[in-house]
């Protein structure tokens, strides 16, 4: 309504205050039929995939991350950093290098005491890339590549995936600025639109800019995400069975979970995230529909299938479904009135009076709370299966929908994962000793 191709139209205050009222209703025709019902967790189910991701933390280990997942060291059949070098003109540790130092600088005001943060990418910034780090052709690309100005706002907007076509549903949606999260203003300074929708940048921007522009990346990041989870399971020294074991013994047709963790422990990998209807029309079907071939298979017919093949599991049986981004629910507990048919036609079908694998075993995590639970078994805090017992405990007295909530009694992690020490030590070497060349 107030922007065009040649930027933004007036807009005062009784404009703004009008359109807000607007997106208010909007809102309130959403959310109103579940008040109603005293849908809770329906309603917060929207509220928080609304407001959640700018909530996002961000954390060194999260640029080294990155870095191991989408460079050459878990490479399988297909180069993503490559890919991702030709789409975007940047090479991709120089563009982890550059969101880590702009990250850095929002963090200005907070580390010391009075610096202010002006919200801009200020000369300092692109002196320090030109006199420095000798890199500042490469920083303008960056800055291009992240930055919404006059000459590209119809088409970045349009181009943005959405996926919900009501209008009235969009105003609950993820902002197109999660990836273009920089403004070209008038005065031609490079405006940060706000932190939190850069720190969701910093974390994601990578995987949401190549599954958009590259149609071979998202079966080459499965594998390499079930290669990244298995690193986590060497650091923390558990006896494990791989997806390859399990197909010896039981055979290709056979459905089968990536890994079984001390004989009791069913994990698998879906490098997806929440699907933007269901989490703002969480209704059954739409829910069902959403997730029916991943995590709902990943329980249905991968880890119940196990359960019925290996006979000797210990019990109680866990199960671990992990996923790269955050999802707003912490165990399967919360879809029981919609699994809970399929769940009793397995039963009948395999002859069990009880299911052995209760939904409320089974949690959703991402990436990152995956590396907190490996470092906290590293350092020997517990056993895997000590913690879901006790996750599952703390789950029924106060019931979290954020996994990260339930890990928090256990302290902050600190990143301390030997498999990402080699990505995280070239970050701080570009950092401290600036040369000609980054990498």
Known sequence: ?????????????????????????????????????????????????????????????????????????????????????????????????????????????????????????????????????NCKSEFDNFLMLLTLNSTNIKKSITQFKTGIKQPYLQAFEMSFFTQLPFILNNENKYEIVHRSIFN??????IYDYLKTNDEKFTEEFGRRFEKYVELGLKECEVQYSSEKDLIKAYGKKEKIVDYIVENQILIECKGIEPKALSSVVPED???????????????????????????????????????????????????????????????????WKANPLPLENVFVISIVNWDII????????????????????KN????????????????????NLSYLDEENQKLTDAVGAPSKKIV
Request: glycine letters at 4%; aromatic letters at 18%; one cysteine or more.
């Open 1 to 133: 309504m107030y922007g065009n191709n040649e930027g933004k139209k007036t807009f005062s205050r009784e404009k703004f205050i009008t359109l807000l009222k607007y997106v208010e209703k909007f809102e309130k025709k959403s959310l109103d039929p579940y008040v109603k019902k005293h849908e809770w967790d329906k309603f917060f189910q929207i509220i928080g995939y609304q407001q959640f991701y700018l909530q996002q933390e961000v954390h060194w280990s999260d640029f080294a991350r990155q870095l191991k997942l989408f460079g050459s060291s878990l490479r399988s059949k297909y180069d993503i950093e490559k890919s991702f070098n030709e789409l975007s003109k940047l090479k991709l540790f120089d563009f982890i290098f550059f969101m880590h130092i702009v990250w850095i600088f929002t963090l200005a005001n907070r580390m010391n005491k009075g610096v202010i943060y002006t919200g801009y990418i200020g000369e300092e910034i692109h002196e320090m890339m030109k006199d420095i780090f």
């Open 200 to 205: 969701y940048c910093c974390n994601y921007f």
């Open 285 to 351: 079907e739409i829910v069902y529909n959403a997730f029916k071939d991943s995590i709902f298979k990943a329980y249905l017919k991968q880890m119940l299938n196990v359960i019925k093949l290996k006979e000797d599991l210990h019990t109680p049986m866990y199960g671990i479904v992990i996923c790269y981004k955050d999802f707003y629910v912490s165990s399967l507990d919360d879809f029981s009135e919609i699994l809970n048919e399929d769940i009793n036609y397995i039963c009948i079908q395999n002859g």
């Open 374 to 393: 490996v470092e906290y078994l590293k350092e020997k805090r517990f056993t895997l299966s000590k913690l879901l017992e006790e996750l599952v405990s």
């Open 396 to 415: 029924k007295q106060e019931k979290h929908k954020w996994f990260l909530g339930l890990l928090k009694k256990y302290g902050n992690a600190k990143g």
